[in-house]
């Protein structure tokens, strides 16, 4: 391998730009090509300046178009992510509800068996009362 291969310091540069640098750079570029044209056209003053007019108001036209564009844009993504909240909060607000209605049956489930429980004790508690007066031995004999 040469020098001249390693020192070859070969680079990729990427630029992320939103859709306001791209405005500003079509601007620039129409505000050059016509400060090009000016000094190249051969037309009288008059003509220049009509021509100069009826550009700035092209310009003018597609800039509006443009920022209409991106208004729209914005008023739909604005509204997509509005759909998109409401649908979660949507759901959020069943699954709570669903959350809700499953902790009261648990609740009520746990209440019902464990009054069932206490009766059972109650029952066996009562039982054995009555069985053990009956299994004692008389000591009277």
Known sequence: ????????DRRIVIEKSGVGAGILAFLA????????????????GAETRHDIAERGRRVRERAQ?????????????????????????????RAVATGRQAAGQAREDLERRLGAAKSAYRAGIASKGDNSSNDEPDHDE
């Open 1 to 8: 391998m040469t020098d001249d291969m390693r020192n070859d």
């Open 29 to 44: 570029g129409l505000a050059v090509g016509a400060g090009a044209a000016l000094l190249y056209a051969p037309k009288s």
């Open 65 to 93: 178009e443009m920022a209409g564009d991106l208004r729209d844009r914005a008023e739909s993504g604005v509204d997509s992510a509005r759909e998109v909240v409401g649908r979660g909060r949507r759901k959020v607000t």
